[in-house]
């Protein structure tokens, strides 16, 4: 599932903003807002990545996705 700007999130109510850490656990950016269930990678550099949400019913979600 390579994205390349925007990350879509299907399925999913999420109740608080996103965080984007490096594979190592480093924290690249916290706080990024989902809008539309949607989040705006543009700012990464190719590569891959962990996404981490919280949905509506405080079920924790870690995903793993490849920006091209």
Do not use: M, W
Not at 7 to 31: F, T
């Amino acid at each position: 599932n390579p994205v390349s700007n925007v990350l879509n999130l299907e399925g999913l109510k999420i109740q608080s903003n996103a965080r984007i850490c490096e594979l190592n656990g480093a924290i690249l950016a916290h706080e990024i807002p989902v809008v539309d269930n949607q989040i705006d990678i543009e700012f990464l550099q190719p590569g891959f990545y962990l996404l981490y949400l919280q949905s509506e019913n405080g079920a924790s979600f870690v995903q793993r996705f490849t920006k091209l």
